[in-house]
């Protein structure tokens, strides 16, 4: 399956934005959906996770509250809506699929398949 992320851009603190991933390709709803952020110089961290049906939502404790994760499975999208945007949720925003597995998991390497990712900048 392949991902393409957009949405990301500029804004300023306490904005918000949505960022989407449109994923072609494969059976969309096998796929649970995570997203994941790198921020400059540090590792890829877990934000949060969607399962098959969109029923059971996961969040990293830095963004409970702010963030929410969606999916249509009708149109192939999972949706990262972010609100209360601080600086440090600068990062490149990336989606993951993880393949015929309902479970949560907050690695990387449990993801089989990666979006290209995409800029998040929050300004202060």
């Known amino acids: 399956v392949q991902l393409q992320a957009s949405g990301g851009g500029l804004v300023q603190t306490g904005g918000s934005l949505s960022v989407s991933c449109v994923a072609s390709?494969?059976?969309?709803?096998?796929?649970?959906m995570g997203w994941f952020r790198q921020a400059p110089g540090k590792d890829r961290a877990f934000v949060g996770g969607?399962?098959?049906?969109?029923?059971?939502?996961y969040y990293a404790d830095s963004v409970k509250g702010r963030f929410t994760i969606s999916r249509d499975n009708a149109k192939n999208t999972v949706y990262l809506q972010m609100n209360s945007l601080k600086p440090e949720d600068t990062a490149v925003y990336y989606c993951?699929?993880?393949?015929?597995?309902?479970?949560?998991?907050?690695?990387?390497?449990?993801?089989?398949?990666w979006g290209q990712g995409t800029l998040v900048t929050v300004s202060s």
């Open positions: 969607i399962s098959w049906n969109g029923g059971r939502t």
């Open positions: 993951a699929a993880r393949y015929r597995s309902n479970v949560v998991s907050s690695v990387g390497a449990a993801y089989d398949y």
């Open positions: 390709g494969g059976t969309f709803g096998n796929y649970f």
